[in-house]
């Protein structure tokens, strides 16, 4: 089968397409829902990860399947006398996994509902933000402190080190949620 760069380019606009649309779905979804839940340290950035990753993840693996599938029918004449059976067992596959995006959407669905209801059960733990931010905030402080004080003898390690106290900082949440 030769490459076409064309068939490439869909694809890639198409995944492209995909992830805008999640991105913008996921903000005018959270736009609706005025009563957030309070935010937990450590907790509520990983739930917001996940929740990304399912409004993004089904839609765009769907997508590839769709794209992957349809680029693999080949064309007319290559199986010979088995051609005809061959197209049509092909084309009838694609078309039976093409009807299956009202699955992807509740796949997508059901896992929103999932990670609401742990968002809701977690709601409790964040009465205790502030002295969690301040645990984050002292072992942040003693990363950065040591990459200073031992920064010449460790490099590089030492931008590995100050990037992990940056990454430590971002789980912290507000004070009471």
């Known amino acids: 089968m030769k490459a076409n760069p064309r068939r490439w380019a869909l694809v890639g606009a198409v995944i492209v397409g995909l992830t805008v649309t999640g991105v913008l779905v996921g903000q005018a979804r959270a736009a609706d829902q005025p009563d957030q839940p309070k935010r937990v340290t450590g907790v509520s950035q990983v739930l917001d990860t996940m929740r990304t990753g399912n409004q993004l993840g089904p839609a765009d693996a769907y997508a590839l399947a769709m794209s992957t599938a349809g680029s693999a029918i080949q064309p007319k004449g290559t199986f010979g006398p088995a051609d005809p059976a061959v197209q049509q067992a092909t084309q009838q596959a694609v ?18 509902s999932g990670i609401a209801q742990t968002q809701t059960a977690v709601q409790p733990l964040a009465v205790i933000n502030a002295p969690a931010n301040q645990g984050i905030d002292a072992v942040a ?34 004070s009471g949620g």
């Open 95 to 112: 078309l039976a996994a093409g009807g299956q995006g009202d699955t992807v959407a509740k796949v997508t669905e059901s896992g929103d």
């Open 141 to 174: 402080g003693a990363l950065d402190a040591a990459a200073t004080t031992f920064g010449s003898e460790t490099q590089p390690f030492d931008t590995t080190v100050k990037q992990a106290a940056q990454l430590a900082r971002g789980v912290e949440a507000p």
